[in-house]
């Protein structure tokens, strides 16, 4: 699966979410698709905003901060405050109305009926740690939802789980590497070019070169 196919993947299901706590219950493939892409934009305009915001504001360490992020959000019209700069200025307050209004819908009822929805918090009668649920992000609960045993396991070397551990590849015949592989070639012709029984046949002439670059 290409990377634009997975993240398009694992967009749905929180867009799923999102229009079943709107009070919507079914919806067609194309319109889902397409919410998907729109929201899929809308990202990453805000990520392009915010490491732009971070590269003009202090190049010598691009890496965003919150006032890189609160920038890009008020570019992408998700904060818009009422009073210009200067009015904010002459006024001597910042208007704040833009980012309440923002933190207003995280933390109210709109927000929580999606996470209801989403199983992050829990419904009447539901016997659950709301405190676990509420520390967990949503791949992460969504993960063990799928998983029968729980186990982080069977997503180890994939981009959902942690990387895998990386094991030497033995080559067949009784080579430790491909360094030592390339070695026992070489020695083979040095000593009068004799025929592998094996089947290898002789290393390339630019092996040597290639031998450091394969075993990084």
């Known amino acids: 699966m290409s990377g634009h196919n997975l993240h ?7 867009i799923i979410q999102i229009l079943r706590a709107q009070g919507f219950h079914s919806t067609r493939p194309s319109v889902l698709e397409s919410i998907s892409d729109l929201t899929a934009r ?3 305009i805000l990520a392009s905003a915010t490491a732009q915001h ?15 992020v609160y920038q890009a959000l008020q570019d992408a019209g ?22 309440d209004s923002l933190l207003g819908w995280i933390t109210g009822p709109a927000h929580r009926e999606i996470r209801r929805i989403a199983g992050f918090v829990p419904s009447e009668g539901d016997m659950v740690d709301p405190d676990a649920i509420e520390k967990e992000d949503y791949l992460t609960a969504l993960k063990k939802k799928h998983s029968k045993t ?13 990387s895998g551990e990386e094991h030497p590849v033995v080559i067949e015949g009784g080579a430790p590497s491909i360094r030592e592989w390339g070695v ?13 029984s094996s089947g290898v046949s002789s290393a390339p002439s630019h092996l040597t070169d290639d ?4 075993e990084g």
């Open 42 to 44: 809308y990202m990453m």
């Open 78 to 99: 998700a904060i818009r405050p009422q009073l210009r700069e200067w009015e904010e200025e002459w006024a001597q307050e910042e208007d704040m109305r833009g980012l």
């Open 211 to 214: 031998d450091d670059a394969m």
């Open 184 to 196: 026992q070639v070489r020695n083979r012709v040095v000593d009068g070019g004799d025929s592998d």
């Open 150 to 162: 729980g186990e982080e396991s069977r997503y180890a070397g994939t981009v959902l789980g942690k």
């Open 8 to 14: 398009n993947a694992l967009l749905r299901p929180p």
């Open 54 to 68: 971070a590269a003009n504001a202090h190049p010598e360490d691009p890496v965003p901060v919150l006032e890189d």
